[in-house]
């Protein structure tokens, strides 16, 4: 499905204090607003994925799934800075008539959602009745449902956090260090820095992930080397993070994750509003914050700080030992602890707060 363009032509200013002439958005709809405006579900996606949940979410966006678009009018948009059809690094800089490149201004994920709220306006929307999105994608739902807290009636942040942790700081920080030290960062031109992704997405790719799951699909060595002598034998774990990396530079540029990964550094929704805590007390759409148990990226304290601070929020920890990537591969799990919130009682006062942990 081809994603369709929002032209924002009035000036923007960033938290950086830096304004933008105008910015352009990649969206896509399935389904159709209903009379009452009352079925919206707005996706956020994470970092590398595009405005088409059906496409990197098929499990619960599609045809008789979670999302229906015969019964959803179902939401996505690709956030400033990416690749696939939003204000990019790629893109013409009005002031010198040639691309940003290195000189692209960072959004930050506060920035994306105000950002959004143009589209919103522009599609006719006053109320989302389900906000969800995992990961980075969870961090701009937060923000959002902080920045306006009426909006949302319900909403799922999944493996994601209030700050960005230290840690989740060095991985990132680390990937763009593989960025800046290919030879061909430094200059102008699409493919810059493309080298260093690969080993940067290498990197990411050990944190999305959790030991077992290298155990279980990566242990050994790949079959055209097993029976070879052992100075000859090639690890399938080795042979799998060079695959990544070549898969993602197939679709993906240095540019727009260089950046990505910086507004995901930046993300605090407790800047400019005195704290993490009173930030998020401020939330008053109904709440389900899910936590996948081996996320080492991600961990579950994070999400419980979530939990305990939006009033009358639950938790809910998926077992899985696929690590943060579980976000994207427990469909079923997450499908069925979202129809029954959605579907339940209001949640419990924050006393009686309950920890599910689901298999």
Known sequence: MQAKIFEHEESFTLESGRTVPGFHLAYT???QLNADKSNVVWVFHALTANSNPAEWWPGLVGEQKLFDP??????????????????????NDQQTGKPYYHNFPLFT?????????????????SKIQVGIGGSMGGQQLLEWAIE??????????????AEHSSWGVAFNASQRWCIENDATWKESHVDAGLEGMKIARSIALISYRHYETYHKSQHGFTTDTEALGVDKQVFKSETYQRYQGEKLAKRFNAFSYYFLTQAMDKHNVGRGRESVRTALQSIKAKTLVISISSDILFPTSE???IAAYIPNAQLSVIDSYYGHDGFLLEYETIETLVKDFVESKP???KGELEKQVTG
């Open 347 to 349: 949640p419990a006062p």
């Open 148 to 161: 306006e807290p009426e909006l949302f009636e319900f909403i799922f942040p999944i493996a994601t956090n």
């Open 303 to 305: 999400q419980e700080l």
């Open 70 to 91: 015969e019964k959803h009018f179902i939401v996505c948009v690709n956030m400033p800075g990416s690749c696939y059809g939003s204000i990019s690094p790629l893109d």
């Open 29 to 31: 709809t399935l389904g």
């Open 109 to 125: 994920t506060r920035d994306m959602v105000r950002a959004y709220k143009f589209l919103k306006k522009h599609l006719g929307i």
